[in-house]
């Protein structure tokens, strides 16, 4: 399922490489991110605060976030993302391709 808009979120991947995937993302007031699933986990960094509504299939949930805010999601839940907010806003989206590989990193 996915939410019906003619307005679609604009992607711009800024690293791609066999450790992650960073991408920006940059949504109009409704606008979405269509039906997809994240093969890795990743995280979303707002870039300023607004209003993220997430449809995972069956339920549709409204979630607000400030600037600068993050959360974590795991690989494997297909979903739909939709700017909820009366204004655009913009988010960072980094995805872990080799997770397990960062464990010697952190310090």
């Known amino acids: ?37 994240h093969g890795w986990p990743y995280f979303v960094i707002m870039l300023e605060a607004g209003t993220l509504r997430l449809h995972n299939g069956t339920e549709i949930t409204d979630m607000p976030l400030t600037k600068g805010q993050s959360y974590m999601r795991p690989a494997g839940i297909k979903h739909d993302v939709m700017n909820a907010s009366p204004h655009a806003i913009s988010f960072v989206e980094i995805e872990m391709k080799q997770a397990g590989q960062f464990a010697g990193m952190m310090a």
């Open 1 to 37: 399922m996915t939410f019906t808009c003619t307005i679609p979120a604009v992607p711009n991947l800024q690293q791609d490489d066999a450790m992650l995937r960073i991408t920006r993302w940059d949504f109009e007031p409704g606008a979405v991110t269509g039906w997809h699933e």
